[in-house]
């Protein structure tokens, strides 16, 4: 008998139709369900990817449904909600946001699902934090895509600087996949060398380290001012994310999870470096942060704590 790999995607935006057509053309998987308030989108997207399937690597079934298929998928993947305009941060979705996921997700309980949830809608931390709340899941099974993103755009940025494959680069953005973001360059390598090596080697002053977070921490507004929404990068982000928990590969990726006291934080969601196989995550990987990078996790800390407090919380309760 087959094994069931089944992924209900909640949300056929720009985003959540990357991640679909990603998929796609990665395989994996063996039935793919697009659910969305406008029942006819999905049902053409469905319609569309399907026709493809003489040229994908595997078969899949592709239909449009309703949140009953929730019952029993392995993971239900969430993109839904209002996109990021030009000029608005991802905090500023918060509320609007917020409520688009608590209703998405009391709907998906509803059905009787016990898989796992990923989140990529924005402002990823606070939706996560709302589905955690909402479904009362257990911290392994809920995932946020964090600053896997963030990461892949620091990889390649990196990599194009050094003219080294990125797949060599070994760097992380930590933190709230957002403008407080930070990079724990203590733990950045080229390879097996650590990149501030690398910099002293070549005499170069580290002050292009800065250069270069703030190309990562801009993007998605360069972007966003160029084609008025970004969507390619995070829909291959999510398949990576899907395939290392259907896989059980044990893969470390820097998503946004609940903390129990490591980085000296617990209760909220943010972006770290985990360790993800079937379960969900199997656990954190917890990097020793210098004093001026403790500094940096803090500040991203506070700035989902406040917002959290001041308009997610009083929401919920």
Same mark, same amino acid.
């Not at 209703?103 to 796992?116: A, D, Q």
């Not at 990889?155 to 194009?160: F, K, V």
């Given at each position: ?20 057509? $990603?998929?796609?053309?990665q ?15 999905a049902?053409?997207?469905?319609m ?9 690597? $595997? @078969? ?23 996109? *990021?305009? =030009? ?8 509320t609007?946001n +917020? #409520? ?9 309980i509803? $059905?009787?699902f ?7 809608s ?10 955690s709340?909402?479904?009362?899941? =257990? ?5 946020g ?6 990461? +892949? @755009?620091? @990889? ?22 957002? &403008? ?16 501030i ?8 002053d ?26 390619y990068?995070?829909?291959? +982000? ?7 928990i259907?896989? &059980? ?8 999870? #609940?903390?129990e ?5 617990k209760?909220?969601?943010?972006g770290?470096? +985990?360790?993800?196989?079937?379960t969900?995550? @199997? ?10 990078? *403790?500094?940096?996790?803090d500040?991203?800390? &506070?700035?989902l ?7 997610i ?5």
């Amino acid at each position: 008998m087959v094994e069931k790999r089944k992924i209900v995607l909640i949300g056929t935006g720009f985003v959540g139709m990357s991640f679909a057509y $990603s998929l796609l053309n990665q395989g994996g998987i063996n039935e793919l369900v697009l659910v969305d308030v406008m029942k006819e989108k999905a049902e053409g997207e469905a319609m569309d990817l399907s026709h493809g399937l003489s040229c994908a690597p $595997s @078969r899949i079934n592709i239909k449009s449904g309703d949140y009953t298929e929730c019952k029993d998928a392995n993971i239900v993947v969430i993109t839904a909600g209002i996109a *990021q305009k =030009p000029g608005q941060t991802r905090l500023e979705l918060a509320t609007i946001n +917020a #409520k688009i996921m608590k209703e998405i997700t009391e709907n998906v309980i509803s $059905s009787g699902f016990k898989g796992i949830f990923v989140v990529a809608s924005n402002p990823v931390d606070i939706m996560t934090y709302v589905v955690s709340k909402v479904s009362g899941f =257990p911290k392994n099974k809920v995932i946020g895509s964090g600053t896997v993103l963030d990461t +892949a @755009r620091l @990889r390649y940025i990196l990599g194009e600087y050094f003219n080294i494959s990125s797949k060599n680069v070994h760097a992380y953005i930590m933190g709230e996949h957002g &403008d407080s973001s930070f990079v724990p360059w203590t733990h950045c390598y080229i390879g097996c060398k650590k990149v501030i090596d690398v910099l002293e080697d070549r005499h170069e002053d580290f002050s292009v380290l800065e250069d270069i977070y703030k190309d990562v921490q801009q993007a998605a507004y360069e972007i966003i001012n160029r084609k008025k929404a970004t969507y390619y990068g995070i829909g291959l +982000a999510l398949t990576k994310l899907i395939k290392a928990i259907l896989n &059980d590969e044990n893969q470390i990726l820097p998503v946004s999870t #609940k903390l129990e006291n490591e980085y000296k934080h617990k209760g909220l969601y943010i972006g770290v470096p +985990a360790v993800i196989n079937s379960t969900g995550i @199997r656990e954190i990987l917890e990097l020793r942060l210098t004093e001026e990078e *403790q500094a940096k996790f803090d500040y991203s800390w &506070d700035t989902l704590e406040k917002t959290i407090k001041e308009t997610i919380d009083p929401l919920l309760n």
